[in-house]
């Protein structure tokens, strides 16, 4: 590994360097330039904080694709100016497949970041095949960012022979370097300088938070128990996010309690596969989501991902309806990576993700509400009644349950399709925690567990409907569409 590193290490010597980033420091030759290179006595000391949450709204939208690459991850990030960057590139077992795919039937001609989160070779699976697709047969590759730990790897040789055939641009980057990235804020939150635990490939993942008006997400690489204690310890309660990727997979090792507090998250998303080997999402992960009514998202299941934030909320899509909620995520059914099916609304989550009062907006696995309300989940919809639809209306039914910890008040809720149909919530009906009720379309006498629309004809659609819930101050918690 030193001879390959060595050669690539040279040539970031002749590059020309971004301020407050640091290359790589030796060369086959000898130390590398120093005028090319800023040394680590010039980088901020590590008392920085993370950017605060803008207070206008910004222009345009920003994507994040969590991309299905199985027990891997790969994640594509598209600007409000179609400025484009990579995270990861998905296992070495699949050489990228997956993830060029999906970039090439999204149109993505350039990529102008490539963040590697750490040398692992299911993080760096794809880097050497990424690299020559857009080197020679797209418009190239504007940077790569590299924690600057090497891996005796195969894969790890392949990247590095990839950047040096290409002649890519390659910062080794730390905590407080500078990511431009037009129209949203970005803050490398880690690896330190000096790297913890003895340059450990995991805890020296780098940390990114990006910030798009009121809205922001924290990507933590495979950062383990060392890594989040020292995000914690640094940067507090400017941690806060409205969306968290789940480190390492959802291994036990990451996304611990007092991460999940530090960042306050409203969605948390998890990449690994179905039949994962090392068992992932952990179910200590899942317990300390479920512990704070934190929906998750599970690529096995939900498939692609697509949060699209317009700098004020986050409007969620996925290839499948599954459960979010923590502790029911693998009952739903596995979609196979590479998977085309497009993908379609399933929630929308509020920004303001600096406050510590959080009302996120989610579907099919939790709407949280301010003040302990519960969270409130769609658990089935039968469209279908037995026999006619008409002359069955309380076979057809909708059924949501009480998913949170504490007592959730639906008075003057508002229930309605995607054709405006709406049935009120009448006063007085709460939901206890874990209980669950059954809206039936037809008539009948309401109990705590069963309450009737009172309509005349079928409510909802048996190829497909949209289930839309707004509280009584005309908030929307809740729309999930079916088919």
């Known amino acids: 590994m030193t001879r390959r590193r060595s050669v690539c290490i040279g040539l970031l010597a002749v590059l020309v360097v971004l301020s407050g980033c640091v290359g790589l420091t030796q060369s086959d030759a000898g130390p590398a330039d120093s005028s090319a290179l800023e040394t680590s006595s010039d980088r901020p000391t590590q008392t920085q904080s993370a950017a605060p949450i803008q207070t206008t709204t910004p222009n345009g939208t920003l994507e994040v694709h969590f991309i299905n690459v199985g027990q891997s991850v790969s994640t594509l990030i598209v600007g409000p100016t179609n400025e484009t960057m990579l995270i990861d590139s998905g296992d070495f077992r699949t050489d990228g497949e997956y993830v060029l795919q999906y970039l090439k039937r999204h149109n993505i001609s350039r990529l102008d970041h490539f963040v590697v989160t750490h040398a692992d070779a299911d993080h760096i699976g794809g880097n050497a095949a990424v690299?020559?697709?857009?080197?020679?047969?797209?418009?190239?590759?504007?940077?790569?960012?590299?924690?600057?730990?090497?891996?005796?790897?195969?894969?790890?040789?392949?990247?590095?022979?990839?950047?040096?055939?290409?002649?890519?641009?390659?910062?080794?980057?730390?905590?407080?370097?500078?990511?431009?990235?037009?129209?949203?804020?970005?803050?490398?939150?880690?690896?330190?300088?000096?790297?913890?635990?003895?340059?450990?490939?995991?805890?020296?993942?780098?940390?990114?938070?990006?910030?798009?008006?009121?809205?922001?997400?924290?990507?933590?690489?495979?950062?383990?128990?060392?890594?989040?204690?020292?995000?914690?310890?640094?940067?507090?309660?400017?941690?806060?996010?409205?969306?968290?990727?789940?480190?390492?997979?959802?291994?036990?090792?990451?996304t611990g309690g007092a991460l999940l507090d530090a960042v306050g998250p409203k969605a948390v998303v998890i990449s690994s596969a179905n039949d994962s080997q090392y068992g992932h999402p952990h179910e200590e992960v899942l317990q300390r989501l479920a512990d704070r009514s934190i929906p998750a998202y599970w690529t096995a299941t939900h498939g692609n991902i697509v949060l699209a934030s317009d700098g004020q909320q986050v409007t969620v899509e996925t290839q499948q309806a599954a459960r979010t909620d923590p502790l029911s995520i693998r009952d739903g059914t596995p979609i196979e990576p590479g998977a085309t099916d497009p993908v379609a609304p399933r929630a929308t989550i509020n920004g303001s993700s600096n406050s510590t009062q959080q009302t996120p907006v989610v579907t099919d696995g939790g709407t949280e509400t301010v003040g302990g309300t519960g969270t409130l989940v769609l658990e089935d919809v039968n469209a279908d009644a037995a026999g006619d639809d008409r002359a069955n209306l309380n076979d057809e039914y909708v059924v949501f349950r009480n998913a949170g910890d504490a007592s959730l008040d639906l008075s003057g809720w508002a229930i309605a399709d995607a054709a405006d149909h709406t049935y009120t919530v009448p006063d007085g009906v709460t939901l206890a925690a874990n209980a669950s009720v059954t809206l039936h379309t037809g008539s009948g006498t309401d109990t705590d567990s069963d309450l009737y629309w009172g309509a005349g004809s079928p409510i909802w659609n048996n190829g497909g409907d949209t289930v839309i819930v707004t509280t009584a101050d005309g908030d929307e918690v809740l729309r999930e569409s079916y088919s």
């Open 131 to 254: 690299i020559d697709y857009y080197e020679t047969e797209a418009d190239g590759i504007g940077a790569i960012y590299d924690p600057g730990i090497a891996a005796s790897t195969q894969t790890y040789e392949a990247y590095l022979d990839a950047v040096e055939q290409h002649n890519v641009t390659l910062y080794e980057t730390r905590a407080g370097d500078p990511l431009p990235f037009e129209g949203v804020s970005v803050d490398v939150l880690g690896p330190p300088e000096p790297y913890l635990d003895n340059r450990d490939r995991n805890e020296n993942s780098i940390v990114l938070a990006l910030t798009f008006g009121e809205t922001r997400f924290l990507f933590t690489g495979d950062a383990e128990a060392d890594q989040e204690q020292y995000l914690v310890d640094t940067y507090n309660a400017t941690l806060r996010a409205t969306i968290l990727k789940a480190g390492h997979h959802g291994s036990r090792s990451s």
